[in-house]
């Protein structure tokens, strides 16, 4: 029992050392390499409107499929969009909706995590036995079930895969919330006859935190796949929105003559991709050592 | 063993009735689209009153749980509804498209096992060595690269530069050999780090200690005394595995254009045919209940310690 | 391929010479130096004692000797002498064919040194097909004898079980008949009472002395616990940070220690 108490001491104080964890990341190479492009993408997203030298949504006919030009920085695609701004602005549009996926997860998976945890019983069992079948199905069937039987669009994507991805996601809180429980300070905040309320948010949500942001950025990378995936096959965003997965849809039927049109929406999920998974595991080796 | 068995069927039966809900219950959410869209196929430009009409000859206009018991009667006799596009019984067009799925999923998974446990392991015995880099390299590669855009540049290579394979579709594939390549190179990261982390694990118990002091040989060491007690989380893991593949394989599907159930699946949901996609969803998700029991009796077989549980 | 042998009437009566070996794990940022310029002798048909605390190095001459050290562990300098052969000198190859036809050695977690997925049978048997040649059918039945020496009851039906299934002196017991199951020059026994309950503890050290005695086996007693040394080693060895503080047989040590550790070592144990 003492060394059980004396584990989740020490894994409490490496939650709890935030400063710690940042400079940890700070030694990884990799990490910081991947914090670096993150940092670009972001940039790249938030300042989409003054970085991209065309409208990513003006078809021009008689531009179609061209090759690089001056204004057209990597050509136009087969609607004579400009290439170059559909791709920054698809940055924005990826990180838009992977926050958005990420905010509903969350919103979904801590309370009902948090209150499992804490709850413990029967309130606890049958949360559990819930989370278990979500975990059953595989993310993509539950995420076309959704998508497939309402309307296929972009809002609809987002609430299909925060609806799947919640589970996971509140059974590692439950977890935590179940160590944060048997800690002194709980004890502690019942003797000072704290409510429930306060005792969740003010005590164990505080001391949960950093690890449930850990996790989060270990989430993006696949996020964002997924919805390239989702709007690759119509199931997410609708055309003529400048996203990644509906540039590479396009560019399918172009294959045989315009193959670099598949090349850049292409590299420009795995870059991202691979950046935040990078940092995702500094960040998780930081907290882990 | 049967009894268990068959406890383990009865206790399955309230995530399919869950899931089976679901799915009506957001298929009635569209309802009036469908009756729109059935009328407009009947009538071309339909008024009012006949799309009013289908509503009531489908019936629409009940409430959901009573349609929803009526439909549960049918399906639990066998019978999907219809599919809105070409009126054959989903039944039949499940069991037309499915073997399709299966063979390249199975494939997959062929592939899958063998890619994740040679590198897994290997990388575990010889870590630090050239092919323990190669493998995380792998991983990580695998991790972060969208199926659809490796399978898309795959179809170019073998498709339009080298020939091998049509690039418009059409069943040119005896095996989907390329398709199935596609999804186990893409998902195969996880369970190489998930075999490495095992099987470094186990190498270091105590058993396989006491095994090399009693002088048994490093080869069986692995064969028979590590990789037993490795394979069993990660034959859960796979079981899990080989339902993402089933369900996850409609992209490859329509990359490929491989004429499977996801591909099916695919196309109903652009036509709005939803009895075959509600079909889809609850015959997939009876498959993963399914995979889920068979794994667990296979873990039961190599596993003595869950045979008194 | 020639070995360096030590040539002698000394040799005849010695299992295990260990002559100052230095052992050191080499950690990323560190290296720690665990055994330092260690000399050991175990004499044939005597139980010699290592005895020191956690962290001493104790387990790791052990697992040094049955050359199962782990991975970061190099071994600096010295000689391993078994049964009048450095094994140090030895090429891989033949080491672990070698140091498991002359020693063998049982752990202080003896569940975690069964595997859980094979029976109690499939591990004697393997154990005894890799030093007897003979069929499957004999070595079953050398099974069930040897686990009859080490007096477990029903032995048909043990070798059907899995450990799971079987207590933790049980467990020791069946290590042991592994251990046994031929005539090894050398036992480790590393801590092989510390896991289990006090009851099961003489039966198990009884058991140790029995095959001492039967096999003529020198027994390496690796312990903390002064209690089962008095009882049974002959000779002892204190051991603390990597180092052999004192050593010498039961009686020098027990009536006239030396060292200032020894002397606390007794005193905390009396």
Same mark, same amino acid.
């Given at each position: 029992?003492?060394?059980?108490?004396? *584990?989740?001491?020490?894994?409490? *104080?490496?939650?709890?050392?935030?400063?710690?964890?940042?400079?940890?990341?700070?030694?990884?190479?990799?990490?910081?390499? $991947?914090?670096?492009?993150?940092?670009?993408?972001?940039?790249?997203?938030?300042?989409?409107?003054?970085?991209?030298?065309?409208?990513?949504?003006?078809?021009?006919?008689?531009?179609?499929?061209?090759?690089?030009?001056?204004?057209?920085?990597?050509?136009?695609?087969?609607?004579?969009?400009?290439?170059?701004?559909?791709?920054?602005?698809?940055?924005?549009?990826?990180?838009?909706?992977?926050?958005?996926?990420?905010?509903?997860?969350?919103?979904?998976?801590?309370?009902?995590?948090?209150?499992?945890?804490?709850?413990? $019983?029967?309130?606890?069992?049958?949360?559990?036995?819930?989370?278990?079948?979500?975990?059953?199905?595989?993310?993509?069937?539950?995420?076309?079930?959704?998508?497939?039987?309402?309307?296929?669009?972009?809002?609809?994507?987002?609430?299909?895969?925060?609806?799947?991805?919640?589970?996971?996601?509140?059974?590692?809180?439950?977890?935590?919330?179940?160590?944060?429980?048997?800690?002194?300070?709980?004890?502690?905040?019942?003797?000072? *006859?704290?409510?429930?309320?306060?005792?969740?948010?003010?005590?164990?949500?505080?001391?949960?935190?950093?690890?449930?942001?850990?996790?989060?950025?270990?989430?993006?990378?696949?996020?964002?796949?997924?919805?390239?995936?989702?709007?690759?096959?119509?199931?997410?965003?609708?055309?003529?929105?400048?996203?990644?997965?509906?540039?590479?849809?396009?560019?399918?039927?172009?294959?045989?003559?315009?193959?670099?049109?598949?090349?850049?929406?292409?590299?420009?999920?795995?870059?991202?991709?691979?950046?935040?998974?990078?940092?995702?595991?500094?960040?998780?080796?930081?907290?882990?050592? | 063993?049967?009894?268990?068995?068959?406890?383990?069927?009865?206790?399955?039966?309230?995530?399919?009735?869950?899931?089976?809900?679901?799915?009506? !219950?957001?298929?009635?959410?569209?309802?009036?689209?469908?009756?729109?869209?059935?009328?407009?196929?009947?009538?071309?430009?339909?008024?009012?009153?006949?799309?009013?009409?289908?509503?009531?000859?489908?019936?629409?206009?009940?409430?959901?749980?009573?349609?929803?018991?009526?439909?549960?009667?049918?399906?639990?006799?066998?019978?999907?509804?219809?599919?809105?596009?070409?009126?054959?019984?989903?039944?039949?067009? !499940?069991?037309?498209?499915?073997?399709?799925?299966?063979?390249?999923?199975?494939?997959?998974?062929?592939?899958?096992?063998?890619?994740?446990?040679?590198? +897994?392991?290997?990388?575990?015995?010889?870590?630090?060595?050239?092919?323990?880099?190669?493998?995380?390299?792998?991983?990580?590669?695998?991790?972060?690269?969208?199926?659809?855009?490796?399978?898309?540049?795959?179809?170019?290579?073998?498709?339009?530069?080298?020939?091998?394979?049509?690039?418009?579709?059409?069943?040119?594939?005896?095996?989907?050999?390329?398709?199935?390549?596609?999804?186990?190179?893409?998902?195969?990261?996880?369970?190489?780090?998930?075999?490495?982390?095992?099987?470094?694990?186990?190498?270091?118990? +105590?058993?396989?200690?006491?095994?090399?002091?009693?002088?048994?040989?490093?080869?069986?060491? !692995?064969?028979?005394?590590?990789?037993?007690?490795?394979?069993?989380?990660? !034959?859960?893991?796979?079981?899990?595995?080989? +339902?993402?593949?089933?369900?996850?394989?409609?992209?490859?599907?329509?990359?490929?254009?491989?004429?499977?159930?996801?591909?099916?699946?695919?196309?109903?949901?652009?036509?709005?045919?939803?009895?075959?996609?509600?079909?889809?969803?609850?015959?997939?998700?009876?498959?993963?209940?399914?995979?889920?029991?068979?794994?667990?009796?296979?873990?039961?077989?190599?596993?003595?310690?869950?045979?008194?549980? | 391929?020639?070995? #360096?042998? @030590?040539?002698?009437?000394?040799?005849?009566?010695?299992?295990?010479?260990?002559?100052? %070996?230095?052992?050191?794990?080499?950690?990323?940022?560190?290296?720690?130096?665990?055994?330092?310029?260690?000399?050991?002798?175990?004499?044939?048909?005597? =139980?010699?004692?290592?005895?020191?605390?956690?962290?001493?190095?104790?387990?790791?001459?052990?697992?040094?000797?049955?050359?199962?050290?782990? #991975?970061?562990?190099? =071994?600096?300098?010295?000689?391993?002498?078994?049964?009048?052969?450095?094994?140090?000198?030895?090429? #891989?190859?033949? %080491?672990?064919?070698?140091?498991?036809?002359?020693?063998?050695?049982?752990?202080?977690?003896?569940?975690?040194?069964?595997?859980?997925?094979?029976?109690?049978?499939?591990?004697?048997?393997?154990?005894?097909?890799?030093?007897?040649?003979?069929?499957? @059918?004999?070595?079953?039945?050398?099974? %069930?004898?040897?686990?009859?020496?080490?007096?477990?009851?029903?032995?048909?039906?043990?070798?059907?079980?899995?450990?799971?299934?079987?207590?933790?002196?049980?467990?020791?017991?069946?290590?042991?008949?592994?251990?046994?199951?031929?005539?090894?020059?050398?036992?480790?026994?590393?801590?092989?009472?510390?896991?289990?309950?006090?009851?099961?503890?003489?039966?198990?050290?009884?058991?140790?002395?029995?095959?001492?005695?039967?096999?003529?086996?020198? =027994?390496?007693?690796?312990?903390?616990?002064?209690?089962?040394?008095?009882?049974?080693?002959?000779?002892?060895?204190?051991?603390?940070?990597?180092?052999?503080?004192?050593?010498?047989?039961?009686?020098? =040590?027990?009536?006239?220690?030396?060292?200032?550790?020894?002397?606390? %070592?007794?005193?905390?144990?009396?």
């Amino acid at each position: 029992m003492q060394v059980k108490t004396q *584990a989740v001491k020490r894994s409490n *104080a490496r939650f709890c050392s935030s400063h710690g964890i940042i400079n940890r990341i700070f030694t990884q190479k990799a990490a910081v390499f $991947g914090l670096l492009i993150v940092a670009l993408i972001i940039v790249i997203a938030i300042a989409a409107s003054v970085i991209a030298p065309n409208d990513p949504l003006k078809v021009n006919m008689s531009m179609r499929l061209k090759g690089p030009s001056p204004l057209y920085w990597l050509g136009t695609d087969n609607l004579g969009r400009c290439i170059v701004s559909r791709l920054i602005w698809g940055a924005r549009m990826s990180l838009i909706y992977s926050m958005c996926v990420l905010g509903l997860m969350m919103a979904i998976g801590i309370p009902i995590g948090l209150l499992s945890g804490y709850a413990g $019983g029967r309130i606890d069992t049958f949360i559990m036995r819930t989370i278990d079948i979500f975990l059953s199905l595989p993310t993509f069937l539950m995420a076309l079930a959704i998508a497939g039987m309402l309307e296929p669009s972009v809002k609809n994507m987002i609430i299909a895969m925060a609806s799947v991805w919640w589970a996971p996601y509140a059974r590692i809180i439950r977890g935590m919330a179940m160590q944060a429980k048997q800690q002194d300070f709980m004890l502690a905040a019942k003797a000072a *006859a704290c409510t429930h309320t306060q005792i969740i948010f003010r005590h164990i949500l505080r001391n949960i935190a950093p690890p449930i942001i850990v996790m989060a950025t270990l989430e993006i990378g696949s996020i964002i796949l997924a919805i390239a995936s989702f709007s690759f096959i119509g199931l997410g965003a609708q055309p003529p929105t400048p996203e990644w997965g509906i540039m590479l849809s396009d560019s399918k039927e172009f294959m045989q003559t315009q193959p670099q049109l598949m090349v850049y929406p292409g590299i420009a999920i795995i870059v991202t991709v691979m950046a935040f998974n990078l940092l995702g595991e500094g960040l998780k080796n930081a907290i882990q050592n | 063993m049967l009894k268990d068995i068959g406890e383990r069927l009865f206790t399955l039966i309230p995530v399919l009735l869950a899931v089976s809900l679901i799915t009506f !219950i957001l298929g009635s959410m569209s309802s009036g689209d469908t009756a729109r869209t059935l009328a407009e196929k009947k009538y071309d430009r339909p008024t009012y009153e006949q799309i009013e009409e289908i509503r009531t000859e489908m019936g629409f206009d009940r409430p959901v749980l009573v349609q929803y018991v009526s439909w549960l009667e049918d399906a639990v006799r066998g019978n999907l509804g219809f599919s809105y596009s070409n009126d054959r019984p989903v039944v039949d067009e !499940i069991v037309q498209y499915f073997p399709k799925t299966f063979q390249l999923s199975l494939l997959a998974l062929l592939f899958l096992t063998i890619i994740s446990f040679t590198l +897994g392991i290997s990388s575990a015995v010889f870590s630090g060595s050239w092919i323990d880099k190669i493998s995380r390299v792998y991983c990580f590669w695998s991790v972060s690269m969208p199926e659809f855009w490796f399978g898309l540049i795959l179809l170019y290579i073998f498709g339009a530069r080298l020939g091998l394979i049509s690039v418009l579709g059409g069943n040119s594939m005896k095996f989907p050999i390329i398709p199935a390549l596609t999804m186990s190179l893409c998902s195969g990261g996880i369970y190489v780090r998930l075999i490495r982390t095992n099987m470094e694990e186990v190498l270091n118990k +105590g058993y396989i200690r006491a095994a090399r002091a009693k002088g048994v040989s490093e080869y069986k060491i !692995i064969t028979k005394h590590a990789l037993k007690n490795a394979m069993l989380p990660v !034959i859960n893991k796979l079981g899990i595995g080989f +339902g993402s593949l089933l369900a996850g394989s409609a992209i490859i599907e329509s990359i490929f254009s491989w004429n499977g159930l996801g591909n099916l699946a695919l196309e109903s949901v652009k036509l709005k045919d939803y009895p075959v996609v509600q079909g889809y969803v609850l015959f997939m998700a009876v498959l993963m209940v399914l995979i889920n029991l068979t794994v667990d009796i296979i873990c039961g077989i190599i596993d003595p310690r869950l045979k008194n549980v | 391929m020639q070995y #360096k042998t @030590k040539q002698g009437v000394q040799s005849e009566n010695k299992a295990l010479e260990i002559r100052s %070996l230095s052992l050191d794990y080499i950690m990323p940022d560190q290296s720690i130096h665990a055994v330092v310029d260690l000399n050991l002798v175990a004499r044939t048909g005597k =139980i010699t004692a290592i005895v020191g605390e956690s962290g001493s190095g104790k387990s790791t001459v052990a697992l040094a000797v049955m050359g199962i050290q782990d #991975k970061n562990a190099v =071994i600096s300098n010295g000689e391993i002498y078994l049964a009048g052969t450095d094994i140090l000198s030895m090429p #891989k190859k033949g %080491l672990r064919s070698y140091v498991s036809n002359h020693a063998s050695i049982i752990f202080q977690d003896p569940i975690d040194s069964l595997n859980p997925l094979l029976t109690v049978g499939e591990q004697l048997v393997e154990a005894i097909l890799i030093h007897e040649k003979t069929t499957k @059918k004999q070595a079953f039945t050398i099974a %069930l004898n040897q686990l009859l020496a080490v007096s477990l009851p029903q032995p048909e039906e043990l070798m059907k079980k899995y450990p799971f299934m079987l207590s933790g002196g049980m467990c020791q017991r069946v290590m042991i008949a592994i251990a046994s199951v031929f005539r090894p020059a050398l036992l480790i026994a590393d801590e092989p009472t510390t896991a289990l309950d006090v009851t099961v503890q003489a039966q198990i050290l009884h058991q140790l002395d029995s095959m001492r005695k039967r096999k003529g086996t020198a =027994i390496l007693l690796i312990t903390h616990d002064l209690g089962v040394v008095a009882e049974i080693a002959d000779d002892v060895c204190v051991m603390k940070d990597g180092y052999i503080v004192e050593s010498g047989t039961i009686d020098d =040590i027990f009536s006239n220690p030396q060292h200032t550790y020894t002397r606390q %070592l007794l005193a905390a144990a009396l």
